[in-house]
């Protein structure tokens, strides 16, 4: 049994999850079938990863009932405005073979088509309202792009999905989330935009930091496990992606072990301050031409 978070209306979240970013459809209906029978409870996915089909299958196959199951996913920005939201609503649940959605996020902000973006959370607020989300969130928004959705919506986010490990820890919007009464919850939560196969150039991989190594060697736990006891200690949920059984087993077994008040203050001060994804303020025409099939 996973530790539940409590989001700010109430709906409790596990806070582990499996999430699916660049796990081939072909492997993830496995993937989470696998995670669904070791414990996990929670699944982060998106329009854009194209497996929402294959994460729906997993979960009918796991057998567990999908009442126990909590299913996140995004919109994608070619989606924004709000009939387009709305529809994208239907699209993913088709494809999961589900009724409601526990949590639905907008994917990122549309930073040059700001006034889309408020458009579609206010799908996302008709849709909470109607009963067809059980909450509703954001990713990769920072702190003015908070302010300015809040300034011009009804609902506050539940849920800030954000670039969020050792290296790059968004302290200042873990601190306007917090303000909020938003829970932050951690993409890359071990590094994995550090260490992509095949992301181009060299990027200083978290997963080998010698100071992290040295904690985990303390516990008899792997570095990636002390990455996310880290994320969970500190309230954050976290959703590492794995499509390998033994990597989503270790990934779970971190229910044994506390670290110490001084390991947490150690790994916060790995910070850079340097992002690795992509910026949210720069606009990337591209991404709109991105269309999500209906089916
Ligand atoms: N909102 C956004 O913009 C956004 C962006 C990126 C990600 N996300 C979400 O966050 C999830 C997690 O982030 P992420 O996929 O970027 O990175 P991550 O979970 O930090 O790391 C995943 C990478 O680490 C490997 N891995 C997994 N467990 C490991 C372990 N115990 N030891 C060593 N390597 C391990 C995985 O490979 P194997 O599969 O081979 O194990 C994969 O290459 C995504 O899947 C997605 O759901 C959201």
Redesign the pocket.
Known sequence: MTPELVLNNGVTMPALGL????SPPEETAAAVETALNLGYRHI???AAYGNERQVGDGIRRSGIDRGDVFIET?VWVSDYGYDETLHAFDKATRKLGVDQLDLLIL??PATDRFDRTVAAYQALEKLLADGRVRAIGV??FMRHHLTDLLARTEIVPAVN?I?L?PYFAQPDVQKVDAEHGILTQA???????T???GWGEQRRNV?QDPAIAAIAAAHGK?P?QVMLRWQLQQGRSA??????PG?IA??FDIFDFELTAGQLAALDALDTGIRN?PDPDVPRTAMFDRVIPED
């Not at 993409?187 to 935009?193: D, E, K, L, T, Y």
């Open positions: 999430g699916v970013f660049q982060d996915t998106a995004k994917h990122q990713s990769n999905q670039e490990h993409w890359s939560p071990i590094g994995g935009i260490f992509y196969p997963l792997t990636a959703i590492p992606k794995s499509t390998n990597r270790e990934n994804g």
